[in-house]
T-cell receptor, first 115, second 115 residues
């Protein structure tokens, strides 16, 4: 069965440009999560979508970061006016219901490099 | 607020030996879940094992077991009979009932299995 997919797998951009990262969750999963992983570091929570509820945006590091989820499925993470410190791997995960025992399934990530 | 602490940045273990990876956590939530993930050098995050805060039995999944000591707020991962393919980064994570979508990850422990 299809897992979580992310595109592009690699993105190189110039400082100041905007980028969009895409995540396709597992079909039927209502919860979707975005994380950032800097080199050699753990995962940093960014944002969480659960069904039609308002997303939990508490992890977004600045107002340059935004995310949306259309039709309860595909999600796009947008970073405006990219900075070099935005360079990281951006991981998306989905889970069936977002409940307590729910297991997240991760995508392969998008490696973002800001020059 | 939740906090996950993994104090071992790296470990070497001989093939066929058992290894224990430490994880301590801090939360004010009464209900929470604890997870362990494996991240090989390829980058994907692989779910290993889950322990709920109300589970009285320690979780086990094949060669993985979770040594859950609630009073000490620890959730150590034990890998028995290590294999070369176990070489990877291991992350402890938790989610709490105040925000089920907001996983908190530890900094990770790098495990290298030697022949």
């Amino acid at each position: 069965g299809a897992g979580v997919s992310q595109s592009p797998s690699n993105k190189v951009t110039e400082k100041g440009k905007d980028v969009e990262l895409r995540c396709d969750p597992i079909s039927g999963h209502t919860a979707l999560y975005w994380y950032r992983q800097s080199l050699g570091q753990g995962l940093e929570f960014l944002i969480y979508f659960q069904g039609n509820s308002a997303p939990d945006k508490s992890g977004l590091p600045s107002d340059r970061f935004s995310a949306e989820r259309t039709g309860g499925s595909v999600s796009t993470l947008t970073i405006q006016r990219t900075q070099q410190e935005d360079s990281a791997v951006y991981l998306c995960a989905s889970s069936f219901s977002g409940g307590g025992t729910d297991t997240q399934y991760f995508g392969p990530g998008t490696r973002l490099t800001v020059l | 607020a939740q906090k996950i602490t993994q104090t071992q940045p790296g470990m070497f273990v001989q093939e066929k030996e058992a290894v224990t990876l430490d994880c301590t956590y801090d939360t004010s939530d009464q209900s929470y879940g604890l997870f362990w993930y494996k991240q090989p050098s390829s980058g994907e995050m692989i779910f290993l094992i889950y322990q709920g805060s109300y589970d009285e039995q320690n979780a086990t999944e094949g060669r993985y077991s979770l040594n859950f000591q609630k009073a000490r707020k620890s959730a150590n991962l034990v890998i028995s009979a290590s294999q070369l393919g176990d070489s990877a980064m291991y992350f402890c994570a938790m989610r709490g009932s105040d925000s089920w979508g907001k996983f908190q990850f530890g900094a990770g422990t790098q495990v290298v299995v030697t022949p």
